[in-house]
C-alpha cells in the first residue's frame, strides 16, 4: 500500500507542476523536487503523512512534496518545519531528542540536529548512483558494473522507504530496486551494502528493523533477508508466502513479525526457520493489506491496514482494536501517554488510550 500511495502521490506532484508551469506562474523554470525546497501550506497538518517518529516528547512527521510536521503537544497542533526537498519523505527516524534522519524518493536523506526545526541533505539518488557504480567498478564484476551504470542513467528516481539506527552513527537505508545504504559516521558518509544482499532481481526493500545485532529486511515477493551480527553480512529466508512484505518488528522475546498483501501476517520464534500463519484466527486481518507497524512503549506489536483497522498482537494472535476505520493507513506511532498517533491520506489522527476515541488535530 506505502509503494502504491507513493507512486499516486508521484504522478500527483508531476501533474502539478506541469500545470504551474501551464499557468505561466513564472517565467522561471522548475528545478528538480530533489533541488527545490518544500513549500509552506495552509494546512499541512491535512497533508499525506507516511512516516513519524518521537524526538524526545516532540512528534515529527514526514509526507508528500518533502513536508515536514512537528508537534509539541501530543499531535493536537503541528508546525511546518523548513524542507531543502519537496519530493516525498517516506519514513524518519531519532536516536535521541535531537538527533534524526528522514528518507524519501530521489534517494534522499536528510539530516536534522535541533529536533527537526531544520534538515541537512546527506544524499541524493545521483550521487548514491555514482557511489555503487565507483563500488563496483573497485570489485571488478562485469555485472555490478553494468547495473551501476543503468542507476547513473536512471538518475535520481529511486525512493528510499525506511530506514534504522543502531546510535547516533551507526545506520541503514533501504529503498526501492535493492537500494540499501550504511553509514558509520552519522551520515557523513554513506556506504552501499546492496552486494550483501541475496536479491539479485533487485526487488523493493520496504521495510528494516533491528533488535540488538539482528536485522531483517523486508521486500517485494516474499523478500525477507536476516543479519545477525548488525548488518555486516545478511543471509536470505525462506517464507511460505511470496507476496511482499510492507513492515516487520523484532519483538522483545526475538520473534519475528511480518506484514505485507492481503493482510498476511506471518510469525517466526526461531529465526525464520519456520513461520506460522497470523491470519484468519479471530478478529484478524483478512483480505486488506498490513501497511505499516510499530511497536508500543511496553513491547506490544500494533499493525496498521489498507482499510483502516488497526491490531493488537496479544500472545501468539492478533485481537482487532476497537474503533472505527480511519481510512487507508500509512504508519502507526505508539504515544508517551498511551495514545497512538494514526497516520492517514488526511494528516494524522490521535487514537485516545482506552482506544474507544480518536480525534483529527
Request: aromatic share 6%; hydrophobic share 45%; glycine share 14%.
Amino acid at each position: 500500500m506505502r509503494h502504491l500511495v507513493q507512486l499516486a502521490i508521484l504522478a500527483g506532484m508531476a501533474t502539478s507542476a506541469c500545470a504551474a508551469v501551464a499557468a505561466g506562474a513564472s517565467s522561471q523554470a522548475v528545478g528538480p523536487a530533489i533541488d527545490r525546497p518544500a513549500l509552506t501550506g495552509a494546512h499541512p497538518h491535512r497533508a499525506v503523512l507516511l512516516g513519524a517518529a518521537l524526538a524526545g516528547q516532540r512528534i515529527v512527521a514526514v509526507g508528500e512534496r518533502g513536508i515536514i510536521l512537528c508537534s509539541d503537544d501530543g499531535g493536537s497542533n503541528w508546525k511546518q518545519s523548513k524542507s531543502p526537498v519537496s519530493v516525498t519523505l517516506t519514513s524518519v527516524r531519532f536516536v535521541n531528542e535531537k538527533t534524526g534522519w528522514a528518507v524519501g524518493h530521489g534517494g534522499t536523506i536528510l539530516a536534522t540536529k535541533d529536533g527537526g526545526n531544520t534538515w541537512v541533505r546527506q544524499l541524493d539518488g545521483t550521487k548514491a548512483a555514482k557511489l555503487v557504480l565507483a563500488q563496483a567498478t573497485a570489485r571488478g564484476s562485469e555485472r555490478a558494473i553494468k547495473d551501476a551504470q543503468r542507476l547513473v542513467a536512471d538518475g535520481a528516481d529511486k525512493p528510499f522507504l525506511d530506514l534504522h539506527f543502531f546510535d547516533d552513527r551507526h545506520g541503514l537505508a533501504v529503498g526501492a530496486y535493492n537500494l540499501a545504504f550504511a553509514t558509520s559516521d552519522g551520515g557523513a558518509t554513506w556506504v552501499p551494502f546492496s552486494g550483501l544482499l541475496d536479491n539479485p532481481q533487485a526487488m523493493h526493500l520496504y521495510a528494516v528493523r533491528a533488535r540488538g545485532t539482528t536485522v531483517v529486511i523486508a521486500g517485494e515477493q516474499g523478500l525477507v533477508l536476516l543479519s545477525g551480527d548488525g548488518g555486516a553480512s545478511f543471509r536470505r529466508i525462506e517464507t511460505p508466502y511470496a507476496g511482499s512484505f510492507f513492515t516487520a518488528e523484532i519483538l522483545q522475546d526475538g520473534a519475528i513479525w511480518l506484514g505485507g498483501l492481503r493482510g498476511n501476517v506471518w510469525r517466526s520464534a526461531d529465526a525464520g526457520g519456520s513461520w506460522e500463519a497470523m491470519h484468519g484466527r479471530g478478529n484478524t486481518p483478512t483480505g486488506a493489506s498490513i501497511t505499516a507497524s510499530a511497536l508500543a512503549l511496553d513491547g506490544t506489536l500494533l499493525l496498521a491496514s489498507q482499510s483502516g483497522q488497526t491490531f493488537q498482537a496479544i500472545g501468539e494472535s492478533l485481537r482487532l482494536r476497537p474503533g472505527p476505520p480511519a481510512g487507508p493507513l500509512t504508519g502507526l506511532l505508539p504515544l508517551p501517554d498511551g495514545r497512538l498517533l494514526t497516520l492517514t491520506l488526511r494528516g494524522a489522527t490521535v487514537q485516545a488510550a482506552s482506544d474507544k476515541a480518536s480525534h483529527h488535530p
